[in-house]
């Protein structure tokens, strides 16, 4: 394990941040992760930063944050961070590290900064038993750090004004929306577990995390997401919806809506929707802006979207999660659990047998026994290449459901299975399955 601080070459000097660094790590990554956008953007940025380093965070500490500081200036000239978390796969809970807020100064790039902070980050995720690292970022740059692009990334639907449902003339708001409270928690909690359950993979929260969510980062941070819950007119509540507190490119959109089983969302949707529009309006008037067009950001699928087909002529599709497994058999070992159900609901239950699976550098063993599976490392050589092969890290897609055997074959000839037998069982085990993340940040 890297001791910090470590002197580097140039007189730069890798280190923990710490609560005095919050102002200056702001205004640093507000300049260059927003330098050619609005004030406004440049605040919400640097307030993020701040929720992260300067103030109380359920996961996140000071020291989770590097900076390498140019000794001879005493100024910041890159920084990167290391937000802990937890997600479930189809229920089953794992420890996820999100490196997040990657920036050098155009001054010191091409010198490997990130490259040498990603190595200690990674240290860090080994010790706390991170099993998966998760980060947000521009195209192909973090495949350099051993990280494949494999989950879906966002996901928006748009509709305007004139498309917003309509009250029929004399008739009531069915349903009130109001601001969260904290006893509302436990309820907004239990509702997004449950409507998530379409998703393969979930970010958990606990009551510490809601809370956070709930009031715990400044009002103007980037990452912020009013609460507000969904009630009947006697004040029952049946549902939840998340929305940042500005608008975006003159829309204001809606980061999550979830409601309770058992309640229709043909019946809700359209409050929920003329609730965001006048949201909208108000954000708009207090930026001294307009807001024309309202936005569903719930991924690729959602029931929102069925109920409003005819009202969302805009389809922004997803982009990707850069995810990295560094120990694949150690994660599918976690999640043997799931992929045993899935066989034993297949056509191939109760299997007994094994194949191998070669990733060309290295390589999988999938042992069965009447169904019950384990999964070894195994080295291919040129004179045993295994029963299919997965080229890089294409194999993650079929792991985390973001693309079919037959997608991955089609993009990738060096991609093959042998056997039919190990293609049922693959394609049993790994069905493609979106999922519509909202990360602790």
């Not at 640093?28 to 380093?53: S, Y």
């Not at 708001?173 to 436990?186: K, Q």
């Not at 599918?332 to 899935?342: A, C, F, N, S």
Request: aromatic share 10%; charged share 20%.
């Amino acid at each position: 394990m890297t001791t910090l601080p470590v002197t580097l070459a140039d007189q730069l000097v890798l280190r923990c941040a710490t609560p005095a660094d919050a102002d200056a790590l702001a205004a640093f990554n507000a300049g260059i992760h927003a330098a050619e956008d609005p004030e406004p953007v440049k605040e919400r940025l640097a307030a993020w930063t701040r929720d992260l380093v300067g103030r109380p965070h359920p996961t996140v500490a000071p020291e989770d944050t590097l900076v390498v500081e140019d000794g001879a200036t005493g100024r910041i000239v890159s920084t990167t961070c290391l937000i802990n978390q937890t997600w479930t796969y189809a229920g089953i809970p794992f420890k996820v590290g999100r490196p997040e807020l990657v920036a050098t100064h155009a001054d010191y790039r091409n010198r490997g900064l990130v490259r040498r902070q990603f190595e200690i980050l990674h240290e860090w995720c080994a010790e706390r038993g991170q099993l998966v690292q998760a980060i947000t970022g521009i195209p192909w740059y973090y495949r350099q750090f051993g990280y494949e692009m494999t989950v879906n990334l966002g996901g928006t639907r748009i509709g305007f004004g004139h498309q917003v449902p309509g009250l029929k003339d004399g008739e009531s708001e069915p349903y009130a929306i109001r601001p969260a409270t904290p006893e509302d928690l436990a309820f907004i909690s239990e509702v997004d577990t449950v409507g998530h359950a379409r998703d393969l993979l979930y970010c958990q929260r606990d009551t510490e995390a809601w809370r956070f969510e709930l009031d715990g980062r400044q009002d103007h941070s980037m990452s912020r997401r009013v609460l507000a819950v969904i009630e009947t007119p006697n004040s029952d509540r049946v549902g939840y919806i998340a929305y940042p507190p500005y608008t975006l490119h003159n829309g204001q959109g809606l980061a999550a809506y979830e409601l309770k089983a058992g309640v229709s969302w043909l019946a809700v949707t359209p409050s929920v929707i003329r609730y965001l529009w006048a949201t909208g309006q108000t954000h708009a008037a207090a930026e001294g802006g307009t807001c024309g067009a309202w936005a569903l950001a719930l991924g690729e699928r959602h029931p929102a979207y069925q109920v409003l087909r005819g009202r969302l002529p805009v389809d922004w599709p997803p982009y990707a999660w850069y995810l990295r497994v560094p120990d694949l058999p150690a994660f599918l070992g976690v999640i043997t659990p799931v992929l045993e159900q899935r066989l034993a609901g297949s056509i191939a239950c109760g299997h007994t047998g094994e194949f191998r699976l070669s990733l060309y550098r290295s390589g999988l063993l999938f042992r069965f026994e009447r169904g019950a599976l384990t999964v070894e490392p195994w080295q291919p050589t040129p004179e045993s290449r295994g029963d299919g092969a997965f080229p890089d890290l294409t194999f993650l897609h079929l792991v985390f459901g973001h693309r079919t055997l037959d997608e991955i074959r089609q993009l990738r000839p060096d991609c093959y299975v042998d056997h039919d037998s190990v293609r049922v069982i693959l394609e049993a085990m790994f069905p493609k399955q979106v999922s519509d993340l909202w990360p602790m940040s």
